[in-house]
């Protein structure tokens, strides 16, 4: 088991930056890669970025290339999504989620939230002026 917390959401205006936070408790953290995910109202979750279980490597979605980036300290169990030139479609619950890396391969569906093996609570982020 492994349980997942997000923490920093607040409002920002546009051009802001913000630094969520992931704290993991339970099982062998390093074992996973997490990703992130967020929710806008009335929309489906969609991926926003990765980073496997080393910090070796990530992938974020085009719209948040060059603006966010996904570091990890597995010694501290967070994962970090720096969020920088914050605009107003990015507002939305943001989730961080961990997929197990046990098995070969795993690292290929980190773009797809049904492979995912734990979800935290989800922290709001509200982009405006």
């Known amino acids: 088991q492994l349980w997942l917390a997000e923490s920093g959401g607040t409002l920002v205006q546009p051009g802001g930056s913000l630094t969520l936070s992931c704290a993991a408790s339970?099982?062998?953290?390093?074992?996973?890669?997490v990703g992130w995910f967020r929710q806008a109202l009335g929309k489906g979750r969609e991926f926003v970025g990765a980073?496997?279980?080393?910090?070796?490597?990530?992938t974020t979605t085009d719209s948040v290339k060059g603006r966010f980036t996904i570091s990890r300290d597995n010694a501290k169990k967070t994962v970090t999504l720096q969020m920088n030139s914050l605009k107003p479609e990015d507002t939305a619950i943001y989730f961080c989620?961990?997929?197990?890396?046990?098995?070969?391969?795993?690292?290929?569906?980190?773009?797809?939230?049904?492979?995912?093996?734990?979800w935290g609570q989800g922290t709001q982020v509200t982009v405006s002026s």
């Open positions: 989620a961990a997929l197990w890396e046990g098995i070969a391969g795993a690292w290929s569906f980190a773009r797809d939230e049904n492979r995912y093996d734990y």
């Open positions: 339970g099982r062998d953290f390093s074992s996973f890669a």
């Open positions: 980073i496997n279980w080393s910090g070796a490597s990530t």
